[in-house]
């Protein structure tokens, strides 16, 4: 069985079920936890220019690591005399500052409309909207304490200790105010009522789609001295608003229960990790909040504390906490212009991979938009005009190109306006106008100071700029001999290649095989009309240790991309993919285990779209087989043995154990892992590409303690045979 590695969901051929790494599944019948595919967010910002348009940052909603504050001395030093930005509001928030567009929708019908799909990621939508809501509260100055708890009985209760949502009559609708938020679509404070200067929550649907698609809701608000209380059904009020009891006039809040419908989401049960990542991403973006997430579904309660006062430089920390750093402590840029607010936390490290988040109004913006084109125009050009004054580029030489100043760089963007204009609900991109050219000149004016004032940095920074222009050249000349048109028509397939009769890729597999050996019995057990085999030999590079122009140039990657022909990198492309399904088979032992992480690795990084697609399958090969007399099994583990003992009703069988594929015949090779009636697959799916990006980072770069640390950690975990 592969390696556990915790970013990819495994799935078997033809079943629905999800295999997890971190599972240690060793059969068909394990039982998979909540696989928390939350977020998987990888979209070009649009068609045009590729150094300023397309956005390489994915989702960071994986931050379940934990991670401390050491001191705030290098916040401080960071900030300096930055722009700082009030967004609370002294008005007060009444009935009259809910504004009504439009009546209650049939929401249930078209769920997707509103929270994107019936998924684990729509169900945890959910709870990001009400959560929102409290986050709105805390920008208005009126919170700093949200609680979020995951309950025995499966649903789940948010609490803050903001002004709490209005019960008074709705001046427009009659009835309490608290129910108009909750029953009507397009309803709440959001419209320019003034109880709100700044709102992620913009459209005003959040908590009434919560409640349409619950299918029991309960909402508790302190407020004047009293506690209310009113409860729903499936979005329809069945108790109404009533007085439960009395408290202090300065305690206040909102407290929300509420359960998710089965009838539309087919899994209700919530991941905790994955809640982990988007609140302690929520608490690096409000530094003044507090996030108490609790988890009391087992016998023990598990609880996070979410508070940091470092903010976004922090939250830049964290995203280099397994790199070594080359500015310490990260850029901070600040500015305010009128009602709009931007700050930018960034860090260089040794590295090779850009890592780069937007925000607006905390609602991440994972398809970029105006301030992330803003930043990186003025990136580029910052950095270009600082090597041509000090002569780091001669006059002459060709300018550095944008990827070539964001090489290792780690960035956070976090812009706040009143009025956002986002697409869609699920907000995953900014089209305010105005906030590029704000961005553009702040980002400017500020690093060209910053390089001015640190001499030593900026010389650090442009010797890492010059080597990624230097090994993008080398790239470029490397990947003409990855091309498909080149490789292909001239019939320069891999010397190894043993291919397949058929050209039509949907039909077509190719098993990637470790070693000669086994590669000689693949060949001959092969099914030659649909089945390609690609032994590999020797060592394979760690490209997570490469730069770009070494895995272009490597004489064992080189063959596994030709023989793919679809390219690779940014020139990747999936209609020139030769096969549909390409199958990882290794031994099932420690080095076979290291050959698939090199080779996932390698996908991940440079051929991310067949991951993506789904195309990359992990062939499991038995372990033992069991005979007796003329009738034989295979078995994955002592377990299956023991199944099969007990099913033949067998005392004493002959058990042969497998220690690689090279001892199988060409026909048991063909039985167990190559026959697609009889073998055993599992197709890898990315799950969530920050926290495979964290992994891949943590398991394969150069640090080393943080890579003992997560084996000491995950020790427990590991089965050698499987």
Not at 77 to 88: K, N, V
Request: hydrophobic share 35%.
């Amino acid at each position: 069985m592969p390696p556990r590695i915790g970013v990819f969901t495994f799935m078997k051929e033809n079943d629905e079920k999800n295999f997890n790494f971190e599972e240690n599944q060793a059969s068909n019948d394990a039982q998979a936890r909540p696989s928390g595919a939350v977020d998987l967010y990888f979209q070009p910002v649009e068609d045009g220019d590729d150094d300023e348009l397309k956005n390489l940052a994915e989702n960071p909603r994986a931050l379940t690591e934990d991670f401390k504050e050491e001191s705030m001395a290098d916040v401080l030093a960071a900030e300096g005399d930055q722009d700082s930005f009030d967004t609370s509001n002294n008005s007060e928030y009444s009935e009259d500052d809910i504004q009504v567009l439009e009546g209650l929708e049939a929401v249930r019908k078209r769920p997707g409309m509103y929270i994107g799909d019936t998924t684990l990621r729509g169900l945890h939508h959910l709870i990001y909207e009400i959560v929102a809501n409290s986050v709105d509260e805390a920008l208005a100055g009126r919170c700093d304490t949200i609680d979020v708890v995951l309950e025995k009985d499966g649903s789940v209760t948010v609490t803050d200790n903001g002004s709490g949502i209005p019960v008074g009559n709705h001046p427009k609708l009659g009835i309490p105010t608290v129910e108009v938020v909750h029953t009507v679509l397009h309803a709440g404070g959001k419209f320019g009522g003034g109880a709100y200067s700044i709102s992620g929550g913009l459209h005003g649907v959040g908590a009434s789609v919560v409640n349409a698609l619950s299918d029991h809701m309960k909402v508790q608000v302190r407020r004047e001295g009293n506690i209310y209380e009113i409860e729903f059904e499936k979005g329809k009020t069945t108790v109404p608003l009533h007085i439960v009891g009395n408290c202090d006039k300065n305690d206040t809040g909102t407290k929300t229960n509420f359960i998710p419908d089965n009838s539309i989401f087919p899994d209700i049960v919530f991941d905790f990790d994955s809640m982990i990542t988007r609140y302690r991403e929520m608490a690096f973006l409000n530094k003044e909040v507090t996030i108490d997430l609790t988890d009391d579904r087992g016998s023990e309660p598990v609880k996070k504390h979410l508070h940091y006062e470092g903010g976004i430089i922090s939250f830049v920390e964290y995203l280099n906490r397994h790199k070594e750093a080359i500015n310490t402590p990260p850029i901070y840029f600040a500015t305010k212009q009128g009602d709009n607010f931007v700050e930018i936390a960034l860090q260089y490290n040794d590295s090779y991979q850009e890592t780069v988040y937007t925000y607006a109004n905390n609602i991440a913006t994972p398809e970029g938009g105006t301030h992330l084109v803003g930043f990186r125009a003025a990136m580029t050009r910052a950095i270009n005009d600082y090597a041509k004054k000090y002569k780091f580029i001669k006059d002459g030489d060709v300018k550095l190109q944008g990827e070539d100043t964001r090489e290792g760089l780690a960035a956070i963007i976090s812009v706040k306006l009143p009025d956002p204009q986002f697409e869609g609900q699920t907000k995953s991109k900014l089209g305010n106008a105005e906030i590029r050219p704000m961005v553009d000149s702040a980002v400017y004016e500020k690093l060209e100071i910053y390089l001015e004032e640190h001499p030593d940095i900026a010389k650090l920074i442009m010797d890492k700029c010059l080597s990624a222009s230097r090994a993008r050249d080398a790239a470029k000349r490397a990947r003409e001999l990855t091309r498909r048109k080149t490789v292909f028509e001239n019939n320069a397939l891999p010397g190894k290649l043993a291919d397949c009769q058929s050209d039509e890729a949907e039909f077509c597999e190719i098993f990637i095989v470790e070693g000669d050996s086994a590669g000689g019995s693949a060949k001959q057990g092969r099914e030659r009309k649909y089945q390609a085999i690609l032994p590999l030999w020797g060592k394979m590079l760690n490209v997570e240790k490469a730069r770009i122009d070494k895995v272009y140039s490597n004489e064992k990657l080189q063959p596994v991309v030709m023989a793919l022909g679809a390219g690779i990198g940014d020139e990747f492309d999936e209609t020139k993919l030769r096969y549909h399904k390409v199958i990882i088979m290794a031994d099932a032992d420690v080095d076979g285990s290291h050959i698939r992480t090199l080779l996932l690795t390698f996908f991940f990084r440079y051929l991310r779209p067949l991951v993506e697609g789904g195309y990359v399958y992990i062939a499991c090969p038995p372990l033992y087989k069991v005979y007796k007399g003329d009738e034989a099994y295979y078995a994955y583990d002592d377990k299956e043995i023991e199944e099969i003992k007990a099913t033949h009703k067998w005392e004493n069988p002959l058990i042969q154990r497998f220690k690689g594929l090279g001892e199988m015949s060409s026909e048991q090779l063909w039985d167990t892992t190559m026959n697609p009636v009889t073998r055993k697959l599992l197709r890898v799916t990315l799950a969530d590409a920050q926290q495979a990006d964290e992994t891949f980072t943590l398991l394969m770069g150069d640090q080393v303690e943080p890579r003992k640390e997560f084996i000491q950690v995950n020790a427990k975990l590991a089965n050698i045979d499987n």
